[in-house]
Each structure stands twice: as C-alpha cells, then as structure tokens.
C-alpha cells in the first residue's frame, strides 16, 4: 500500500499543479512572459535537483532506513542530524550566490534572452532561488517520512506550494495587478508556498527527531557513507542539471513562446512519471534497502514487482498523450478569454506527443535506479545520466532548428525537437540500465511477460477513444477531453483485467462498489 500512498498524495499535489497550470495559462499565455518564469524556475532548480529529493533518496535513505532495521535509532538520529546541517549550510550557500548573480546566470544561460525577457529573469532570480533553498530543507523532511513509511505526508505537501502559488496570482490579480508585477507576485507566491510546504510536514516528523540535533557531520559514524554515495549522486544529478540549463539555452535561442511550450508539455509528461513511476520507486527504496538485510532474491522480486506497476500505467498515459493531445491540454483553456489559446494548445499537445514516446523508459528507469541505490551502486546510474545527457543534447540540438521551420498553432516546433532527443535519451538510459541491473540481479524479466499485453489493451483502448474523438461535434474542451479520455481510461482497465495483467483488481473493486463493502482489497 506504500505506493498507494505515494500516489494519492502525488496526484493530489499534480491535480493542483494542473490548476496552477491553467491559471498560469489564463493569464500569462505563451510569450515573453511565460519564457522568462520557465526559465526562472528552471535556473534555481539547480539547488534542488543537486541536494534535493533525488539525491537523499539515493545516499540518505538507505543508510538511515538500514540504521532503524537494524535497531539503531540514535545513530540514525546522528545521521538525519548531520545531513540537515550539512544540507542547509550548502543549500544556502549556492541560494546566496544565485541571488547574488542573477545578471550573470541570465547572460550566460540564456544566451537567446534579450530586452524584455532577460530583464524580467534578472527580477525574478533573487525571489526564486531562495525558495529553492527552502525546498531542499523540505526534501530532508520527506526522507525523514519517507523511511519511517509515512509517505501521503511528504508527497501531499507540495500541493502548499501550488495553493500559494495560486492564491498569490488570483489574488494579486483582484488587485489589478498585470504583467510584470503580476509574475513578480507569483514569484513571491513560490516562495511561501515553499516555506509552507517545510512547515506542513515538521509536526509529522517530530514524532522521529526526538534524538535529532543538526550538526555539520563531524564525528558521526556513518556520515561518511552519505557522503560517499551522495557524491556520485550529485555528480549525475549535476549532469542532469547541465542536461535542463542546456534545454534553457537552446530553447532561448528558437522563437519566442518555445520555452513556455515546453514547460506546458513537460508538467504534463512528468504528471504520470510522477504519480506512477516516481510513486513506486519512492515507496519501494526504502523497502529494497530493507531487503538488501533479506537477499537478492527478496531485491529482485521487489524490482520485478515494481516495473510490472510502472509499465501498466505508463504504456496507457504514452498512447494517451501520443493520440489525445488536443484533449488532454483542455485543461490549460478551462477558464475563458485568457491568453491561452487553441493555437498554443496545439502546439503544446504536438510537442507532448513527442516527449511521451520516452515515457515508459523513463518510468521504468526511476526503478532501475532505485534498486542500484538500494544495492548501495550510485556510480552505475551517476555514469549512465551522463550518456543519456550527452545524446539527448545532439539530438536536441540536431533537431531543433529544422524542426522550427516547421509550424503548428503558430508556433515553430523547434521544441518538438528538443522533446525528440530527451525521448531517444530516456530510451538509452533504459537499455543501459538494463544491461547493468542484470549483471547484479539475473532473472529480472523487466515486464517481458506482461509487456505485449499492456501495448495490446493500449492500443484498442486508443481506437475506442478515437471515436468520439471524430464523431463529437465542436464542443467545450473539457467535454471532448472527458468524452474522449474517459472511454479511453475504462477500456485498458477492462482489457488488461480480461487479460489477467492488471494489478488492480478491478473485479474486487467493482464487487465492493456493488456491495458497498465487502472482503477483499486492491493491490497497489
């Protein structure tokens, strides 16, 4: 049931990323604006990426939830200790220096941005990049939750962060407020909601920290083995992060609107990533570092368990994207006569098509990973983001300029090309991964078995949802999408549990719906 936890609080916190999204969309539409709030938040997610979730999930999670398998409640209490200190003390160090250096990261990132757009980044840097240094205290919070399998808690409170950002918009919008000085008011929106987000999860995690004293690590055994894993960790997620600044600067240099296309495209590709494969992985590390105590056999069943889930949700949300993509944008026109228009949605569905070809790779990657962490390998994943990186780069930018001759909604789709290499570069990944996880764990069949079947029930799923899609009349967006989309959802349910590959149960949830009770439980 960790997943499900993981899940419910991950989509709840998507659900109101989608409203910000619209509300964003409404407002701000897809120009100079949109570019520079893209890149604003892309540039101090640098601190984040490096220090934040991902890389405590690698190094921190493992040697703390092994410390309290084992016993050891106050060594691990010295640990969480260390780390906040440590964590604290580098967040808001790097946080300083991008206050400091804003004009600086503005000329030498994006090298396309000039007048206007460069300006407004400049603005909105010094705001940003303190929120960020917040969120990395708020993702040691959650590996606090996390390893003691409290995890609704620390994957529901980004949804604070989302609220405030939403509030501080509408809001400021009541107060007439345009422009400018409405996307500063966002900005100033983020960073409470990032303040909130640490502050919510704090009273669940109390209940852990009796023992917990910040400290910079000196002295503590078992620091120096968070340091050691947290090293390789930082060293691919800083490829990673070279990775998104590369995005940034390519995407600056295409015509105005690209970069605010992609940030469209992206929230919605990393919705189900996120709530599927991101959710697994989350629940199921701290349950592989356990099971390192139990064998490799406990291990591999785990990570074969955990890509079966992955697959069965993602293959679905690819075909989604890849068929449904002026309907699974109507979210972003939901309120009327903003600055969103049918145009920017076409775009934006075109651009998320591309990027959804990746979809089931990367999902799938997230739990490769998260067993080599669990294994305690960090340097396998850390050498592999360095290859995905580099060809999804020269793809990318391969690809972008051709791509932007090209126009859809009225826009060039330089973009689509940048979304084409980031897909040819999750798939390497995977293959990569693959090939190493083997060598460490034989007999992982990597959804071999079930694999065909999820495609299979994709694809009649995707011509029962293609009806309506050409036989409905022009109508409101989100009765097309609800018409279109719905069929789609409840055909691969029903399929794969015809099929006997569901891990649902959808024939125990329907009996218990009936009955309005019952015995019997879905699996998650």
Same mark, same amino acid.
């Given at each position: ?6 899940a ?7 659900v ?19 570019d520079?709030?893209?890149a ?6 640098v ?26 409640e ?15 003390v580098?967040?808001g ?19 396309g ?18 929120m ?6 708020s ?10 399998r ?9 949804a604070?962060?989302n609220?405030?950002i939403i ?18 008011a ?14 919510f ?33 930082? *060293?691919a997620?800083? *490829? ?13 240099l ?9 940030g ?10 996120s709530?599927?494969g ?5 629940a ?9 105590v ?7 069943g785990?990570?074969?368990?955990a ?11 690819a ?11 109507a979210?972003?026109?939901i ?19 591309v990027?959804?070809?990746g ?7 997230r739990v490769?990973s ?9 340097r396998?994943p850390?050498r ?50 693959a090939?190493?996880?083997?060598d ?8 071999r ?8 029930a ?15 009349p022009?109508?409101h967006p ?10 789609f ?6 399929v794969?549990?015809?099929?006997g590959?569901?891990p ?13 009770g019952? *015995? ?5």
């Open positions: 049931m960790a997943a499900s936890r993981v419910a609080g991950i989509f709840i916190s998507r109101l990323g989608l409203v910000r999204e619209s509300v964003f969309a409404h407002y701000f539409g897809n120009g100079a604006l949109a520079a709030w893209r604003g938040l892309r540039i101090p997610n601190v984040q990426n490096l220090l934040g979730e991902g890389s405590l999930s690698a190094s921190f999670i493992p040697v703390y939830a092994r410390l309290l398998e084992e016993g050891r106050r060594e691990a209490a010295r640990v969480a200790g260390a780390v906040l200190g440590l964590l604290a580098a967040a160090a790097i946080a300083a220096a991008g206050v400091w250096g804003a004009p600086l990261l503005t000329r030498f990132i994006t090298i941005f000039t007048g206007e757009r460069a300006d407004i980044l400049v603005s909105l840097l010094p705001i940003l990049f303190p960020t240094a917040v969120l990395v205290v993702a040691w919070a959650l590996g606090i939750l996390n390893s003691h409290r995890f609704f808690v620390s994957y529901v409170a980004p604070l962060w609220v405030a509030t501080a918009v509408v809001g400021a919008a009541s107060w007439g407020l345009m422009g400018v000085e409405l996307l500063l966002m900005a100033w929106g983020a960073l409470a909601g990032g303040a909130l987000q640490l502050l999860q704090l009273p669940f995690a109390a209940r852990h920290l009796r023992h917990v004293v910040p400290s910079l690590g000196r002295r503590v055994a078992h620091v120096g083995e968070v340091v050691r894993n947290f090293v390789p960790i930082v *060293a997620r800083g *490829a990673v992060n070279l990775s998104a600044l590369l995005d940034v600067a390519l995407a600056s295409l015509a105005q609107g690209a970069l605010g296309i992609m469209y495209a992206q929230t919605l590709y990393l919705l189900p990533i709530v599927f991101l959710s697994i992985a989350a199921e590390l701290p349950e592989l570092s356990r099971d390192t139990a064998g490799e056999e406990a291990v591999r785990r990570a074969d368990a890509v079966r889930k992955v697959l069965f949700w993602l293959v679905p949300s075909a989604g994207y890849i068929f449904f993509g002026d309907e699974v944008t979210f972003l026109r309120l009327p006569s903003g600055e969103f228009g049918a145009g920017d949605a076409t775009a934006v569905g075109l651009v998320l098509g990027f959804a070809l979809l089931p790779a990367s999902g799938t990657s490769l998260s067993t080599f962490f669990a294994l305690g390998d960090t396998t850390a592999i983001a360095y290859a995905r990186i580099a060809v999804s780069a020269v793809i990318g930018f391969a690809l972008m300029y051709p791509l932007d001759r090209l126009t859809a909604g009225g826009f060039g789709m330089g973009a689509a090309g940048l979304a084409a290499g980031a897909t040819a570069g999750a798939w390497l990944e995977l293959r990569l991964l090939g190493k996880v083997r460490r764990l034989p007999g992982l069949t990597f959804g078995g079930r694999l065909g079947r999820y495609l299979l994709a694809a009649v799923a995707s011509l029962v949802g293609l009806v309506p899609a050409f036989l409905l022009p109508v989100l009765l097309s999408a609800a018409a279109t989309l719905l069929p959802g409840v055909t691969y349910l029903a794969t549990e015809a099929m590959v569901s649902v149960r959808l024939r125990t949830l329907l009996r218990r719906l009936r009955g309005g019952g *015995a019997g439980d879905a699996s998650d």
